[in-house]
């Protein structure tokens, strides 16, 4: 072999790697490097800044100690832990429901047309729907309130009611169906074969035998990503509870997210926020274990 070809060959094996090393030195910079220095911080009483910036004093676990000893910190878990539970029960229920009777639609041009519907609202920005809701919610000018008075009712502040403004933000994206989940259930109920579900019918199943002891069995795979998507994006989301109660009234709103978000930027304690964030990455670690268990797959033969 001549040294010509030597050196192609040895270009060839570099030369993939040279390719996504820009993208590798990007993920290291601005996703692995944040995390690291999240944990590193978290034992640290630091104010942000860096050098002679600021306070930068080893704490070891006291940021951690503080959080435990902290109602608010608890609270904020207590309130994401009816987040996560009602959110994981409506993505796994009502997208599903809605992606099964598309898919029954036997008109295949009909069946596009309502795809098309359910996933339009994904391009308005969701600023947008947060706002429009916060105005459902008026107590003076309202929907929801505008209809009580023709009842004869008086205006409810269910935004700023400790019993109501969990559930208000719950109700929020009412009735649930459109986006994302309402596409993997498609995708999903569309890759399952069809000669499993024929079989079925010969045998004389029912379309709810069939939903039940072949779709839904056969669906795992994505309810395992919209359980573990969904308790994700539950523990990280504060944006629609900054932006239409900021937490309130009191601390019945508040998520960690949020107090994370409030404790760095409005108090200055980026160490203690370290530590909000290093607590709840190890709990979506946990959930996203726990999915694994729940929706356990048999391997290929």
């Given at each position: 072999?001549?040294?010509?070809?030597?050196?192609?060959?040895?270009?060839?094996?570099?030369?993939?790697?040279?390719?996504?090393?820009?993208?590798?030195?990007?993920?290291?910079?601005?996703?692995?490097?944040?995390?690291?220095?999240?944990?590193?911080?978290?034992?640290?009483?630091?104010?942000?800044?860096?050098?002679?910036?600021?306070?930068?004093?080893?704490?070891?676990?006291?940021?951690?100690?503080?959080?435990?000893?902290?109602?608010?910190?608890?609270?904020?878990?207590?309130?994401?832990?009816?987040?996560?539970?009602?959110?994981?029960?409506?993505?796994?229920?009502?997208?599903?429901?809605?992606?099964?009777?598309?898919?029954?639609?036997?008109?295949?041009?009909?069946?596009?047309?309502?795809?098309?519907?359910?996933?339009?609202?994904?391009?308005?920005?969701?600023?947008?729907?947060?706002?429009?809701?916060?105005?459902?919610?008026?107590?003076?000018?309202?929907?929801?309130?505008?209809?009580?008075?023709?009842?004869?009712?008086?205006?409810?502040?269910?935004?700023?009611?400790?019993?109501?403004?969990?559930?208000?933000?719950?109700?929020?994206?009412?009735?649930?169906?459109?986006?994302?989940?309402?596409?993997v259930y498609i995708a999903g109920l569309?890759?399952?074969?069809?000669?499993?579900?024929?079989?079925?019918?010969?045998?004389?199943?029912?379309?709810?035998?069939?939903?039940?002891?072949?779709?839904?069995?056969?669906?795992?795979?994505?309810?395992?990503?919209?359980?573990?998507?969904?308790?994700?994006?539950?523990?990280?989301?504060?944006?629609?509870?900054?932006?239409?109660?900021?937490?309130?009234?009191?601390?019945?709103?508040?998520?960690?997210?949020?107090?994370?978000?409030?404790?760095?930027?409005?108090?200055?304690?980026?160490?203690?926020?370290?530590?909000?964030?290093?607590?709840?990455?190890?709990?979506?670690?946990?959930?996203?274990?726990?999915?694994?268990?729940?929706?356990?797959?048999?391997?290929?033969?």
């Open positions: 072999m001549n040294l010509k070809l030597k050196k192609k060959l040895k270009g060839d094996k570099i030369a993939p790697y040279l390719m996504i090393a820009p993208t590798l030195i990007l993920l290291a910079i601005f996703a692995l490097y944040p995390v690291v220095l999240s944990i590193v911080k978290s034992f640290f009483r630091w104010s942000g800044g860096f050098g002679g910036n600021g306070i930068n004093q080893f704490v070891g676990f006291g940021n951690y100690l503080q959080l435990f000893k902290d109602p608010v910190f608890w609270q904020s878990w207590g309130n994401s832990l009816f987040f996560m539970v009602t959110g994981v029960v409506v993505n796994l229920i009502f997208p599903f429901l809605c992606g099964f009777m598309i898919f029954s639609v036997k008109n295949p041009k009909a069946s596009y047309r309502w795809r098309v519907a359910f996933v339009v609202p994904m391009v308005v920005p969701s600023m947008v729907i947060f706002l429009l809701w916060q105005f459902i919610y008026d107590v003076d000018i309202g929907v929801i309130n505008n209809i009580i008075r023709i009842f004869g009712g008086s205006g409810v502040d269910l935004l700023g009611s400790a019993s109501s403004v969990k559930w208000a933000i719950r109700f929020m994206g009412f009735p649930w169906v459109g986006g994302t989940f309402l596409l569309g890759n399952i074969d069809n000669s499993v579900r024929e079989a079925a019918r010969i045998d004389g199943a029912s379309r709810l035998r069939q939903l039940l002891f072949i779709d839904i069995p056969l669906l795992k795979p994505q309810f395992k990503m919209v359980f573990t998507l969904s308790v994700i994006g539950e523990i990280q989301d504060f944006v629609k509870i900054q932006t239409i109660t900021g937490g309130g009234p009191g601390y019945y709103s508040y998520v960690p997210g949020l107090y994370m978000y409030k404790t760095a930027f409005d108090s200055g304690e980026y160490g203690l926020a370290s530590a909000m964030g290093v607590l709840m990455m190890l709990v979506m670690l946990g959930f996203t274990y726990l999915s694994n268990f729940l929706f356990k797959t048999e391997a290929a033969d």
